[in-house]
């Protein structure tokens, strides 16, 4: 009995580039799908595609299933606009218990979600669809519900509660007169820094407010990351530009944050030109290194360089695959395409600056994911692990022989039974590999390396899914 990935469908096919695939079963297929999108378009597949292909998929998962998945989606990957989608698409298939509600009520972790899946699923809303809403509501303080009213969209707070009607009996005091402020149009938003500065008078006192929130410690780190740019933009004071490099240099504020290196990397981008920042941010991802899991024995990191992983998942692929090395002390890195290029570093090199210098050296040709295991074999060297950021389009076949046949090969003649992470930046749909240590991942989030730690442990992504058990909230009569 396979261990790891257990009745494994092998089926044969093509990929998107046309290259001999390996199909997935549905479950698989639609974790790929679901954990790799925020439903933009992507080099091989559209946004509408990417949704079609979700909508197929669900009909053919069970229930439980796409309701485990909607949850994990949520609060493991914060996602948002996919797990709407899912959750739309449980409706339309799944009656007769609670099973719609309570993914909605397990599921929407902010009041906004709320009004996106109203949005979507239209009127009439379902009767689960409504029972859900109208529990999730029962989640949501005075705060929250004015940080998200929604108003001057298509379906504002206010449009929820005239459809959903929730129940005053099982909510709070604080509800109760929230709710009620709500609907005469009196629930006005809380002081906080979002509404300091937006109603700053001017240019000038904005800058004032921007000053006093760093001085008074108001803004968490991760808020102070991403306004990195509206302090440049209005010209903050030296003084508080050093108060903010030294709260995003502060190992026990990285640590706090929990968050891994290439979470910075968009901060990174939007500061380029001012040296303390940028300095700054570079310290930091070099500390957020220790938020990453070190591995046990040989590690191969294989970042495919090719076209169609060009712009944005090579530079996810780089900055993913620099972490992992820094990280783990006896990982080596490789690019490919057609060829392969030995990505030699010091550990002691920037996180920032060794994923630029992937960047730089990617070949952009095509992609033959089979000279990850060649370049083991022409090394002599017996690998603890294979982790392959990719997107699975391989369509070249190194000395006639498919990626499979050359993962067989190497562990016949290395008389090994190496782990292999195909981690998939895009989530097309198919693999180029599978055995019973294969492990495939995807998406771009944290809790991919959590995930490793997982299979490393005998626990399987698709089994994960399965037995995910959460907390519901009481059912309101």
Request: net charge neutral.
């Given at each position: 009995?396979?261990?790891?990935?257990?009745?494994?469908?092998?089926?044969?096919?093509?990929?998107?580039?046309?290259?001999r695939?390996?199909?997935?079963r549905?479950?698989q297929?639609l974790?790929?799908?679901?954990?790799?999108?925020?439903?933009e378009?992507?080099?091989?597949?559209?946004?509408?595609?990417?949704?079609?292909?979700?909508?197929?998929?669900?009909?053919s998962?069970?229930?439980?299933?796409?309701s485990n998945?909607?949850?994990?989606?949520?609060?493991?990957f914060?996602?948002?606009?996919?797990?709407?989608?899912l959750?739309?698409?449980?409706?339309?298939?799944?009656?007769?218990?609670?099973?719609v509600?309570?993914?909605?009520?397990?599921?929407?972790?902010?009041?906004?979600?709320?009004?996106?899946?109203?949005?979507?699923?239209?009127?009439?809303?379902?009767?689960?669809v409504?029972?859900?809403?109208?529990?999730?509501?029962?989640?949501?303080?005075?705060?929250q519900l004015?940080?998200?009213?929604?108003?001057?969209?298509?379906?504002s707070l206010v449009?929820?509660?005239n459809?959903?009607?929730p129940?005053?009996?099982?909510?709070?005091?604080?509800?109760k007169?929230?709710?009620?402020?709500?609907?005469?149009?009196?629930?006005?938003?809380?002081?906080?820094?979002?509404?300091?500065?937006?109603?700053?008078?001017?240019?000038?006192?904005?800058?004032?407010?921007?000053?006093?929130?760093?001085?008074?410690?108001?803004?968490?780190?991760?808020?102070?990351?991403?306004?990195?740019?509206?302090?440049?933009?209005?010209?903050?004071?030296?003084?508080?530009?050093?108060?903010?490099?030294k709260?995003?240099?502060?190992?026990?504020?990285?640590?706090?944050?929990?968050?891994?290196?290439?979470?910075?990397?968009?901060?990174?981008?939007?500061?380029?030109?001012?040296?303390?920042f940028?300095?700054a941010?570079s310290?930091?991802m070099?500390?957020?290194?220790?938020n990453?899991?070190?591995?046990?024995?040989?590690?191969?990191?294989?970042?495919?360089?090719?076209?169609?992983?060009?712009?944005?998942?090579?530079k996810?692929?780089?900055?993913?695959?620099?972490?992992?090395?820094?990280?783990?002390?006896?990982?080596?890195?490789?690019?490919?395409?057609?060829?392969?290029?030995e990505?030699?570093?010091?550990?002691?090199?920037?996180?920032?600056?060794?994923?630029?210098r992937?960047?730089?050296?990617?070949?952009g040709?095509?992609?033959?994911?089979?000279?990850?295991?060649?370049?083991?074999?022409?090394?002599?060297?017996?690998?603890?692990?294979?982790?392959?950021?990719?997107?699975?389009?391989?369509?070249?076949?190194?000395y006639?022989?498919?990626?499979?046949?050359?993962?067989?090969?190497?562990?016949?003649?290395?008389?090994?039974?190496?782990?292999?992470?195909?981690?998939?930046?895009?989530g097309?749909?198919?693999?180029?590999?599978?055995?019973?240590?294969?492990?495939?991942?995807?998406?771009?989030?944290?809790?991919?390396?959590?995930?490793?730690?997982h299979?490393?442990?005998?626990?399987?992504?698709?089994?994960?899914?399965?037995?995910y058990?959460?907390?519901?909230?009481?059912?309101?009569?």
């Amino acid at each position: 009995m396979s261990k790891f990935n257990p009745n494994t469908a092998t089926t044969r096919t093509t990929n998107l580039a046309g290259g001999r695939a390996i199909s997935m079963r549905p479950e698989q297929e639609l974790i790929h799908a679901v954990l790799s999108t925020f439903l933009e378009d992507k080099y091989y597949e559209s946004g509408d595609a990417r949704i079609a292909r979700i909508s197929s998929l669900v009909v053919s998962c069970s229930p439980k299933f796409v309701s485990n998945l909607a949850i994990i989606a949520r609060k493991e990957f914060n996602l948002r606009s996919v797990v709407t989608l899912l959750i739309s698409e449980l409706s339309k298939i799944h009656r007769g218990d609670s099973l719609v509600k309570d993914t909605i009520v397990s599921a929407c972790m902010r009041v906004d979600d709320l009004t996106e899946l109203v949005a979507l699923v239209g009127k009439p809303l379902p009767k689960q669809v409504k029972r859900g809403i109208r529990n999730a509501l029962l989640k949501f303080n005075r705060y929250q519900l004015a940080k998200y009213k929604a108003e001057g969209k298509g379906v504002s707070l206010v449009d929820v509660f005239n459809l959903v009607h929730p129940k005053a009996q099982f909510a709070t005091d604080e509800q109760k007169q929230a709710w009620k402020d709500l609907m005469e149009g009196n629930l006005a938003s809380f002081d906080t820094w979002e509404t300091e500065i937006s109603n700053a008078k001017d240019d000038e006192d904005r800058t004032q407010k921007w000053e006093k929130l760093i001085a008074d410690r108001k803004m968490g780190y991760m808020a102070i990351l991403r306004n990195l740019n509206n302090f440049i933009k209005y010209h903050l004071s030296d003084e508080s530009i050093d108060a903010v490099c030294k709260i995003l240099t502060d190992p026990q504020e990285v640590a706090k944050s929990k968050q891994l290196p290439f979470r910075f990397t968009t901060a990174y981008e939007n500061v380029i030109g001012n040296r303390k920042f940028s300095n700054a941010i570079s310290e930091a991802m070099d500390l957020a290194v220790a938020n990453t899991p070190e591995l046990p024995g040989r590690t191969l990191i294989g970042i495919d360089s090719s076209g169609s992983m060009g712009g944005d998942p090579i530079k996810k692929a780089s900055i993913f695959g620099a972490t992992l090395a820094k990280a783990n002390i006896n990982a080596d890195v490789i690019l490919y395409d057609t060829k392969v290029k030995e990505a030699a570093f010091s550990s002691r090199i920037p996180v920032v600056d060794f994923a630029a210098r992937i960047v730089a050296e990617a070949m952009g040709g095509g992609t033959e994911t089979s000279l990850v295991f060649q370049y083991a074999l022409q090394k002599g060297i017996k690998y603890d692990r294979f982790i392959i950021i990719s997107d699975n389009e391989s369509w070249s076949e190194g000395y006639g022989r498919s990626v499979q046949q050359v993962y067989e090969y190497y562990k016949n003649q290395t008389s090994t039974d190496p782990f292999v992470y195909a981690i998939d930046i895009q989530g097309y749909g198919t693999k180029d590999v599978t055995g019973s240590k294969v492990f495939h991942l995807t998406g771009w989030s944290n809790r991919l390396l959590d995930f490793v730690a997982h299979a490393e442990k005998g626990e399987s992504l698709v089994n994960y899914v399965r037995n995910y058990e959460t907390a519901h909230q009481p059912v309101q009569k």
